[in-house]
């Protein structure tokens, strides 16, 4: 199985400032059709997950563009460029090429 | 608008038995993949399984191969999750989420309970 590292596990942050989270896979991520199937999720406390982000760095529809997602092969990030409260909760990252499907532990982010 | 409920979560004793179902609208469920989700109390995300939207190919994570069964009615826009010989540690939240290369839609979860 493909392992996913996320790093760090906790991340404490003040308002305005940037935040990064790194996601690393044990294999390549690019997929026989060229694409590289790395998502990243949102989990506010008590709901479900949200995808921010698919394929390395597309943002979904409505995510604001304070977040980026980066990197290529099995070495990724995610970036907040300034954070907001309602950012606070646990982040994701989640491979989508190789069978099964495997998520990072989570990184919990919260407001100093 | 994309809507997946689920339904189906109870307190089930081990070794049962046990069918979610997830509920779509919003968009031509056929052509899609759907997969399954899960979170035990204070954990992380685990995939659980997935089935493709054209030639129903299905996957199952170690963890639940053999036990469970994920399946599709596209005419009812439904899909499923029968869950046998049930164990403590299948304590979780289920989600039922659209796709399987990315997860981009999810529902509000159905939370399954196995204890005596």
């Known amino acids: 199985d493909v392992v996913m590292t996320q790093s760090p596990l906790s991340l404490p942050v003040t308002l305005g400032q940037p935040a990064s989270i790194s996601c690393r896979s044990s294999q390549s991520l690019v997929y026989s059709d060229g694409n590289t199937y790395l998502s990243w999720f949102q989990q506010r406390p008590d709901q479900s997950p949200r995808r921010l982000i698919y394929q390395v760095s597309n943002r979904d529809s409505g995510v604001p563009d304070r977040f980026s997602g980066s990197g290529s092969g099995t070495d990724f990030t995610l970036k907040i460029s300034r954070v907001e409260a309602e950012d606070v909760g646990v982040y994701y990252c989640m491979q989508g090429t190789h069978w099964p499907r495997t998520f990072g532990q989570g990184t919990k982010v919260e407001i100093k | 608008e994309v809507q997946l409920l689920e339904s189906g979560g109870d307190l089930v004793q081990p070794g049962g038995s046990l069918r979610l179902s997830c509920a779509a609208s919003?968009?031509?469920?056929?052509?899609?993949?759907m997969s399954w989700v899960r979170q035990a109390p204070r954990k992380g995300l685990e995939w659980v399984s997935s089935i493709s939207g054209r030639d129903g190919s299905t996957y199952y994570a170690d963890s639940v191969k053999g036990r469970f069964t994920i399946s599709r009615d596209n005419s009812k826009n439904t899909v499923y999750l029968q869950m046998n010989s049930l164990r403590a540690d299948d304590t979780a939240v289920y989600f039922c989420v659209r796709g399987h290369y990315g997860l981009n839609y999810w529902g509000q979860g159905t939370l399954v309970t196995v204890s005596s």
């Open positions: 919003g968009f031509t469920f056929s052509t899609y993949a």
